[in-house]
Each structure stands twice: as structure tokens, then as C-alpha cells.
């Protein structure tokens, strides 16, 4: 069965330093993996999507990330972090079945 | 567009009463999803429907609750009779499954409290 690891509940960083949250997945076949931001009281947001191509996706918000097949990691990434984006981000994966979200991990970027 | 459509947005009940919770998804997609979110138990995944027809409710925690889907600007999701723990954010989502899509997009939730 398909499935999604974030291994992190919380992540802290600095504003103006470079953040990573971290998923892994599990499927049985070629993986379509998302990444989505839910800020407070707010409904779950679309940031990017891996299907294929380039292992480098790039998406809302200056947020980026780096599919790595080997280590079956879809990492989320942005090279300088800003209050703003204080908010609880989803990992999700799609074999053949609906969407599977992984547990969420939230992210606190202090001044 | 104006996106997923929720309606109410907060709705407060007495136990053992109905709940209709309403979702209106994008039009053009051919997917729906209904989420329950708690501090507890995370994001859940209640039923879709693919082109109107229920595809998995495996989700649906017991009896009381029902979704339909009766055209494809359209669903409900009813608790009948409503319980305490019922209490939570529940979220639909729509999308337009294959040509490499599937990215799912949320609509602003209904807060459900159940006293």
C-alpha cells in the first residue's frame, strides 16, 4: 500500500535561513507526489507536484523540491524562510488510489 | 474561479441532531473528496466520488454518517444523529483526474462543534 512518512512534527528556523521538511513514500509503482501548506483556520493548499521530468520542482511561494528516487524522498525546500510561511505542510502521494497525506509537519520561522 | 464552495462555515449542534455539511467543487472536475481533520487523529479521508458515484466510503467511521452526490456541482456529507466527538473540521476537495493531474484542491472547511 501506498504511504507517506514525515518524520518531523515541528521544524524551527530562522527567518532568512534555508528550511527543509522532509517526506518519504512508499508505492508500489511510479509515485506522483504533492506538497501542500495549511495556514491557521484555512482549508489545505496546493504548492507543487512531482510526476516527471526533472527531479527539481519548483512551485508557489518560492518553495521548491527535490524528488530523489534512491532514497524514495521528496523533500520540500526554500533557500530563505520568512514568517509568513509559519504554517502546517503536507506530503502526499498518489499510486492508484485518491491522494494519501502523510501526518503533517509544522513549521515556525522565527524573527 | 471561485474554487471549492463550503457551506456553513461553522456550525454548532446538540447531540443526536442532523448535520448537512455542503460542498460545491470546481466546476470541470470529476472528483470529490470528503476530509475530516482533528488535533487527534490528523487528516482523514472519508469517501470520493468519481463522476458522481461513490467510489471508496471505507473512511465513513460508522452508520450515522452518509454522503451523496447527486450531480457534479454538488455533495452533502450528514451526520445523523450527531455525537460529541463528531466535533471537528471537515473538508471537501475536488480535482480532475489523469492527463498527469490529481493535485486536489480544498475548499475552506466547516468547523463542526457538537455539544
Known amino acids: 500500500a501506498q504511504s507517506v512518512a514525515q518524520p518531523e512534527d515541528q521544524v524551527n528556523v530562522a527567518e532568512g535561513n534555508p528550511l527543509t521538511v522532509k517526506c518519504t513514500y512508499s508505492?508500489?509503482?511510479?509515485?506522483?507526489l504533492f506538497w501542500y501548506v495549511q495556514y491557521p483556520n484555512r482549508g489545505l493548499q496546493f504548492l507543487l507536484k512531482y510526476i516527471t521530468g526533472d527531479n527539481l520542482v519548483k512551485g508557489s511561494y518560492g518553495f521548491e523540491a527535490e524528488f530523489n528516487k534512491s532514497q524514495t524522498s521528496f523533500h520540500l525546500k526554500k533557500p530563505s524562510a520568512l514568517v509568513s510561511d509559519s504554517a502546517l505542510y503536507f506530503c502526499?502521494?498518489?499510486?492508484?488510489?485518491?491522494?494519501?497525506f502523510g501526518k503533517g509537519t509544522r513549521l515556525s520561522v522565527i524573527a | 474561479d471561485a474554487g471549492v464552495i463550503q457551506s456553513p462555515r461553522h456550525e454548532v449542534t446538540e447531540m443526536g441532531q442532523e448535520v448537512t455539511l455542503r460542498c460545491k467543487p470546481i466546476s470541470g472536475h470529476n472528483s470529490l473528496f470528503w476530509y475530516r481533520q482533528t488535533m487527534m487523529r490528523g487528516l482523514e479521508l472519508l469517501i470520493y466520488f468519481n463522476n458522481n458515484v461513490p467510489i471508496d466510503d471505507s473512511g465513513m467511521p460508522e452508520d450515522r454518517f452518509s454522503a451523496k452526490m447527486p450531480n457534479a456541482s454538488f455533495s452533502t456529507l450528514k451526520i445523523q444523529p450527531s455525537e460529541p466527538r463528531d466535533s471537528a473540521v471537515y473538508f471537501c476537495a475536488s480535482s480532475l483526474a489523469g492527463l498527469g493531474s490529481y493535485e486536489q484542491y480544498f475548499g475552506p472547511g466547516t468547523r463542526l462543534t457538537v455539544t
Open positions: 508505492v508500489s509503482g511510479n509515485p506522483y
Open positions: 502526499a502521494v498518489r499510486d492508484r488510489a485518491p491522494l494519501v
